[in-house]
């Protein structure tokens, strides 16, 4: 599966979250680093599900950018 991440801060404070996965967030210092992170806390939050018997939401998020010119 492929979740949408947010990624948001600056270099020495980043937070990622997943928002198909409710919780599912993660911090980290550098992007490669909140990038590893968030990884592993998409897995885990995946088999924390399994492992209770609830149900994997299927990822639904739309993700895209959108140029605006004239901006100060």
């Known amino acids: 599966m492929r979740y949408a991440v947010i990624i948001e801060g600056e270099q020495g404070d980043y937070s990622a ?5 409710p919780g599912c967030v993660s911090v980290g210092d550098t ?7 968030i990884h592993e806390a998409i897995q885990f939050h995946i088999e924390g599900l399994h492992e209770d018997g609830l149900p994997i939401p299927e990822p639904s998020t739309v ?7 004239g901006v100060l």
């Open 31 to 37: 992007l490669e680093e909140i990038k590893h992170e």
């Open 17 to 21: 979250y997943v928002p198909d996965l």
């Open 63 to 69: 993700v895209d950018y959108i140029e605006v010119e």
